[in-house]
Nanobody, 124 residues
Framework: QVQLVESGGGLVQAGGSLRLSCAASGLSFNYYAVGWFRQAPGKEREFVAAISWASLSTYYAESVKGRLTISRDNAKNTVYLQMNNLKPEDAALYYC?????????????????WGRGTQVTVSS
């Protein structure tokens, strides 16, 4: 049974930092790309960042470039999202997702497995 479990969310002041983790089990993690998506109340789910299975490539939404960094540790079956200089508009439920293949990392429909999310709240 495949499981993705997010952690590390919380309440932070604007300008602060958080590090989200996504721990995977039940799949050959080394062969899966992983993405982070977020959804704020009343808004559509949106792509945040993704990392290829071998960490050779990373992808970011324009709104987070330079502030968020995605990385992975395949030995720990974990992907991280370091979030710096957080803004109130970053507040959302953050999900990680895993997929095979190499096309359009920003498309939620390409991901096979999803976690339940971790909440990020940013106070102004």
């Amino acid at each position: 049974q495949v499981q993705l479990v997010e952690s590390g969310g919380g309440l932070v002041q604007a300008g602060g930092s958080l590090r989200l983790s996504c721990a995977a089990s039940g799949l050959s993690f080394n062969y899966y790309a992983v993405g982070w998506f977020r959804q704020a109340p009343g808004k559509e789910r949106e792509f945040v960042a993704a990392i290829s299975w071998a960490s050779l490539s990373t992808y970011y939404a324009e709104s987070v470039k330079g502030r968020l960094t995605i990385s992975r540790d395949n030995a720990k079956n974990t992907v991280y999202l370091q979030m710096n200089n957080l803004k109130p508009e970053d507040a959302a439920l953050y999900y990680c997702a895993a997929r095979r293949g190499t096309s359009d990392y920003s498309a939620a429909s390409e991901y096979n497995f999803w976690g339940r999310g971790t909440q990020v709240t940013v106070s102004s």
